[in-house]
Nanobody, 125 residues
Framework: QVQLVESGGGLVQAGGSLRLSCAAS????????MGWFRQAPGKEREFVAA???????TYADSVKGRFTISRDNAKNTVYLQMNSLKPEDTAVYFC???????????????????WGQGTQVTVSS
């Protein structure tokens, strides 16, 4: 069983930045594709970004150019750097892990086996 713990959420003004972290347990982190998803009140969970076990990445059109996903296998951690934040970015952000997912499968929530508890990001206008 893989445990995922997100941190780094909070309240920020529009135009500001936050960096989210997701720390993973287990001994096979380097074989996981890691993804970030978000869910706002009254809306479905949506894809944000993902990075594969070999370093390829993919982004939702709504965050491309503003967000950057990265991983540090030595620390069993994946990051989401969020810049130029907008009020519509307000949501609970979830970290997810799946075994060797391609950049295509990584965009779909059902592809993932493990999920973190989520961290709240609120962007004020």
């Amino acid at each position: 069983q893989v445990q995922l713990v997100e941190s780094g959420g909070g309240l920020v003004q529009a135009g500001g930045s936050l960096r989210l972290s997701c720390a993973a347990s287990g001994r096979t982190f380097s074989s996981y594709t890691m993804g970030w998803f978000r869910q706002a009140p009254g809306k479905e969970r949506e894809f944000v970004a993902a990075v594969t076990w070999i370093g390829g990445s993919t982004y939702a059109d709504s965050v491309k150019g503003r967000f950057t996903i990265s991983r540090d296998n030595a620390k069993n951690t994946v990051y989401l750097q969020m810049n130029s934040l907008k009020p519509e970015d307000t949501a609970v952000y979830f970290c997810a892990a799946g075994n060797r997912l391609s950049v295509v499968r990584a965009r779909s929530p059902p592809s993932y086996d493990y999920w973190g508890q989520g961290t709240q990001v609120t962007v004020s206008s």
